[in-house]
């Protein structure tokens, strides 16, 4: 084997043509059988093997700087810059993250998890080269999908106005089957495509780039003389690359949606494992009365950002039709359209991953909270026990979101109560509000949740107790049981529990009335502690009698955790809580 | 006068071209005369008074739905839209705000204050339309320097998309002169005002705009038949329309970055009235310190995203050349870049208004603090007392930026503890550091602050005292003081005084020892409560024996309020503060 011997990019230079053609293949290859064993991003490792290979070959990394956008690509990448055991060992497959990542490398630059950043980077690190007057190739590896993004076209404007040089190598996958085709950067990427780099009009030229096509973009040998081409350019240039997703991998390259990412699959069949288990979820109960006001309401429309299987498959999007819209991977666009929708009397609905949301607050504050537009937006993944590389945190959503004045922010607790606050949401026109989808199996009570949530931040007694109140905000709600329990069970204490409903207000008249017979409130959340809802307690019972204990995440990024250590780490568990309870009792 | 007559857009239409020149030529009247003495955004309202007039003959609003980007260029709209007076009439100039406003008229659509929502906001309106299979034009009105924000290349993206009716505008007046000629947005725009709309590659139309250039942008007439000519077409059309900035004031003309926007200016000469009062300031200090390291460092350079008066003039500019880089209105790219610059060796610091970095949350997470790159992040006017347009507000930085972890944000009190943090947050290589940059006049104290910053979250008892601790964060620190005098003078209580500096974090070995002889620790913040400083405090000391006041803003889009009611209003005063505090001890 020959990419075993490969363990700087050094050693891929004194390779003949065949021997890199090897390399290609035996890649390939440890990426079918690690990706289809172990899970990960599967499509777009498998359409870039050629390319990273004659990268690696061409340039001289780490002295040229390769910035990976999104660097759910890298793969093969790292094959080449010496952790190729992380991808040929099982025992060593957790060896290295799903990303560039420079604490494991010097050939990787920066952490990254995020679209459409790489350009702002090698902007960065392009105009620090040339104030140290240094010399050496800067070259961003950017997919079609990343382009849709805003920041990606900010950084066009400004590597174009350095004038310096950049490599921006566009490796375009055609994502553009998915998308529409009326306009917009998917079809002006297709017409591109289908006129080989001679469409009479060329966004990359007009902005002022040295553009340049290949059409067979897993050709080596192309790849590698269009490389030697534009080397130590002294001036920006782009590289338009045709790849195929999945390349290699029948079944990838037939369903690329499905062969983006995903876990271990049959390499056979092509099928994955664990393929839907076909039980309901919060997820599927979302995805379901959303359909249904659908068919009720022609101007319910659900809003996505380049992840669309977060709330339909393509079949379901398919039935909606019209009232589906997926804006790329442009979550900026989303939630100001939304914001646009609900201003002109649509109902729309906005599902995002916590961690994606992160690139709205200030569409969220001065588009939607300030004109106070009703639309509703679903917050996936807001939990310690969801996405755990340190990109993907999705937990620091409540300080982010909880203090944008107008929001509602909801926090329910189990189906039927999730499903009343959907209801009300997308039907009410007041508020922004925002909804935080629990994470875990779905619990039902059985019983319909007929609360009234336009009376806001009424918080639920569950239990009527003394001595302490524990507040279970969301999915902490279940916690605060079993620590009542323990309380009872072990020292004859009946605690008062309160299921907040509510992240973005206080319910002060609750607060207040807990003085008389209490001499502790806890706050349970499922996020970080710095900024969250229990330091809104804290800080409104300040000057009260009552003393105050808040438990969350301290805040980090945390890479990889264990989930149920993270919170032991935390102090969250029955045993520690119903320890500092009795201290203060 | 004619003006005068026209209540709403109906009375425009009866009126012959002459009649519709003259509304033109006594709305530019009107315009100099206000802004003149009242102050405002002149320059970009004398280019499209012509366009503005216009618009309102052929279209016919409310229907037809008129959103204008950043809306600072609405003015003539609202003399046109039953809103006259306020530009006539000196005793009502305040009624209206700066920007559109719909609770000041059902011909506003949106609040808006920040560039490049437009597009994003009109995708949604013209959505919203098409569910609802109602049939007029939804028409978005964009500057050319709106169009280096990335949201709105997402909005041409998905208007392009969609397919139906949207009809933008995009009203160049050619910033470009100031930006650097060598690619970008600004260059494709420059291309095609030098080929009348006919340069080989056009941006617009790759993206599959019906495109369309006049240049003769202040020319009433042909205006008037260019958008009758596009009105109520069934696609998207993107008119590049060439305007004046500052059309019809010769001052204005030529100087046109600073008739952007200003206050009263004498009209004969052309000379802002208060143009600079000669005497240093916490901005001025800034500057200075930092021009000062640049000529010491290559490396040093500063970022700002199209407000580069923030720190340096054309002048200042010119003299530090390539150190200095204006991304355009793209903060996405000057915060990431920062990033890059930063990782690759150089000193980054980016000038940025409080409000305005609420672009970037993920940018400042996901890239610089998970990278934990060492750049400096200057945050202008985070202060109840800055900008009070509830479009623009700048206190809600801390919620905002002080959970993001890695981060150091530092509150400096005087002028020189401020420069001794810039020193060390630039030369330091260890963390991302944002600066509060105080708000109000420049307290120096003549000592030079010889603190070693790289000690975090030390804070500094300025007074030790007992029974209560008062911290005063940043602009607020001299209210602690203020506070203490009088707890002092008339209760003979000697308050300890702590100056926090950092933001980011506590200083627990303080807190902790003061229970031995305190009951009471008092937070003040210059921005708002909810998530901010305080609460940290109150969570971390929720169950000991102290107490705990919070003092700030309550969240709300508070506009323009008399800034030192809304502190009045929020409890903030010696006598209040002093009252509550007596209360507690």
Redesign the interface.
């Given at each position: 084997m020959v990419l075993e011997t490969i363990h700087s990019p050094k050693d891929l230079k004194s390779l003949t043509k065949e021997g890199l053609q090897q390399v290609v293949d035996e890649a390939r290859q440890a990426l079918l059988e690690k990706t289809s064993r172990h899970g990960g991003h599967n499509g777009p490792n498998f359409g870039i093997v050629e390319m990273t290979v004659a990268l690696h070959y061409v340039f001289n990394s780490p002295i040229d700087?390769f910035i990976f956008d999104v660097s759910h690509q890298s793969y093969v990448h790292k094959m080449l810059t010496g952790r190729v055991q992380a991808f040929l060992d099982p025992a060593h497959y957790d060896d290295v993250s799903g990303y560039t990542n420079?604490k494991e490398s010097e050939h990787d630059?920066?952490?990254?998890?995020?679209t459409s950043?790489s350009l702002?980077?090698?902007?960065?690190?392009?105009?620090?080269?040339?104030?140290?007057k240094e010399s050496y190739n800067v070259i961003a590896i950017i997919g079609d999908g990343s382009l849709?993004?805003?920041?990606?076209?900010?950084?066009?404007?400004?590597?174009?106005?350095?004038?310096s040089n950049t490599l921006i190598i566009v490796n375009d996958n055609d994502q553009s089957i998915a998308?529409?085709p009326?306009?917009?950067?998917?079809?002006?990427l297709r017409?591109l495509r289908e006129s080989k780099g001679q469409?009479?009009?060329?966004?990359f030229?007009?902005?002022?780039?040295d553009y340049h096509y290949l059409d067979e973009g897993n050709d080596l040998n192309r790849l590698i003389q269009l490389f030697q081409e534009v080397k130590d350019a002294d001036h920006?240039v782009l590289l338009h690359i045709h790849t195929v997703k999945g390349k290699g991998y029948k079944p990838a390259e037939e369903n690329r949606e499905a062969f983006h990412a995903g876990g271990p699959f049959n390499l056979e069949t092509g099928e994955y494992l664990s393929d839907g288990n076909g039980g309901a979820s919060y997820n599927s109960v979302t995805a379901d009365l959303i359909m249904d006001k659908m068919k009720q309401d022609?101007?319910v429309?659900a809003i996505n950002a380049g992840t669309p299987m977060l709330l339909f498959n393509q079949e379901e999007r398919k039935k909606v039709g019209?009232?589906f819209?997926d804006?790329?991977i442009?979550e900026?666009?989303a939630?100001?359209?939304?914001?646009?929708?609900?201003?002109?009397?649509?109902k729309?609905i906005w599902a995002v991953f916590s961690t994606f949301m992160?690139?709205t607050?200030?569409?969220l504050?001065?588009?939607m909270?300030?004109?106070n537009q009703a639309g509703t937006i679903l917050v996936y993944g807001a939990s310690v026990s969801s996405m755990n590389d340190?990109?993907h945190l999705g937990f620091?959503d409540i300080?982010?979101l909880?203090?944008?004045?107008?929001f509602v922010y909801l926090a329910p607790t189990n189906k039927e109560e999730h499903l009343a606050m959907l209801d009300w949401a997308i039907e009410q026109e007041e508020h922004p509000v925002a909804i935080r989808i629990p994470v875990g199996p779905l619990k039902e009570t059985g019983i319909a949740d007929k609360t009234d949530y336009s009376i806001l931040n009424k918080n639920q007694v569950i239990q009527k107790g003394s001595q302490v109140a524990l507040f279970g905000l969301g999915n902490f709600y279940g916690l605060a049981e079993d620590v009542a329990k323990e309380l009872a069970a072990k020292h004859n204490i009946k605690a008062t529990i309160v299921n907040p409903k509510f992240i973005t207000g206080l319910d002060k008249e609750l607060l207040d009335s807990l003085a008389a017979d209490h001499q502790?409130v806890v706050t349970l959340e499922d996020g970080?502690?710095?900024?969250?809802y229990?330091?809104?307690i804290?800080?409104y019972?300040?000057?009260s009698p009552l003393?105050?204990?808040?438990y969350g995440i301290e805040?980090?990024?945390h890479d990889r955790y264990d989930r149920k250590q993270i919170l032991v780490d935390n102090g969250i568990s029955v045993n520690n809580l119903v320890k500092n309870i009795l201290?203060?009792l």
């Open positions: 700087k420079p630059l920066f952490t990254v998890g995020h950043t702002a980077l090698a902007s960065g690190v392009a105009k620090a080269r040339d104030l140290k849709s993004g805003g920041q990606a076209y900010e950084g066009l404007n400004q590597i174009a106005t350095t004038g998308a529409n009326r306009g917009g950067i998917y079809t002006a017409n469409a009479a009009d060329n966004l030229k007009a902005l002022g780039y920006p022609p101007t429309v019209d009232q819209v804006v790329g442009a900026q666009e939630a100001t359209m939304t914001t646009g929708l609900a201003k002109n009397g649509a729309p992160q690139r607050y200030d569409q504050s001065h588009d909270a300030l004109n340190e990109s620091f300080p982010f909880a203090h944008i004045p107008n502790l970080v502690l710095e900024g969250g229990g330091q809104m804290a800080g019972l300040g000057d003393k105050v204990q808040n805040k980090a990024y201290k203060d």
